[in-house]
């Protein structure tokens, strides 16, 4: 099984600046990494897919990178809505699925 | 527009049995594979459960296997998750997903989800 290692576990950022988050996975997923976000009482909506691509409907505020096992989603510009917390999954490897432990990002 | 509307959880006592169910609408149902993502309280996302569009590929977490069985009727555009031998570890949040596969499989729409709480 992958084992997929957020940083950090809260990470707080003003509004208006950007917020940095990383994901490790114990062995290459290749490219084969998406992002999460959710919001509390809400389910998880698909942010990025293939390391990098935007799902539809996402802002360009939001990007993704990274290959083989380090990986990073940079948010520029944090708005308000953007608080919350975000999840990495792996599925090169499967099954399982696997997530990470999330990164909550708060105001500061 | 996509939908996907989760029933049937509630309180069950351990050991007991529960069958939760998803019903979709806004796309081919039979095209995209179903899955289980659960999450108990305050904690992260767990993949519980795989099924593909046909039924012809059934994957379950190391955690729930041999309890749980997931199904789907694709002429009811429904999917559905009997939760057998139900433990207090069981206790979550039961997220349907749909599954595209990009190389993988990746969750592309969520229903609201069906809490699952096991206490005596």
């Known amino acids: 099984e992958i084992v997929m290692t957020q940083s950090p576990a809260t990470l707080s950022v003003s509004p208006g600046a950007g917020a940095t988050l990383s994901c490790r996975a114990s062995q290459s997923v290749s490219s084969n990494l998406a992002w999460y976000q959710q919001k509390p009482g809400q389910a998880p909506r698909l942010l990025i897919y293939?390391?990098?691509t935007r799902a539809s409907g996402i802002p360009a505020r939001f990007s993704g990178s990274g290959s083989g096992t380090e990986f990073t989603l940079t948010i520029s510009s944090l708005q308000s809505e953007d608080f919350a917390v975000y999840y990495c999954?792996?599925?090169?490897?499967?099954?399982?699925?696997?997530f990470g432990g999330g990164t909550k990002v708060e105001i500061k | 527009e996509v939908q996907l509307v989760e029933s049937g959880g509630g309180l069950v006592k351990p050991g007991g049995s529960l069958r939760l169910s998803c019903a979709a609408s806004g796309f081919t149902f039979s095209s995209y594979s179903m899955n289980w993502v659960r999450q108990a309280p305050g904690k992260g996302l767990e993949w519980v459960s795989f099924?593909?569009?046909?039924?012809?590929?059934?994957y379950y977490g190391d955690s729930v296997k041999g309890r749980f069985t997931i199904s789907r009727d694709n002429a009811k555009n429904s999917v559905y998750l009997q939760m057998n031998s139900l433990e207090a570890e069981d206790t979550a949040i039961y997220y349907c997903a749909r599954g595209t596969m990009v190389r993988g499989i990746i969750f592309d729409y969520w229903g609201q989800g069906t809490l699952v709480t096991v206490s005596s």
């Open positions: 999954q792996q599925y090169n490897d499967w099954p399982p699925l696997t």
């Open positions: 099924i593909s569009g046909s039924r012809s590929y059934i």
């Open positions: 293939g390391a990098s």
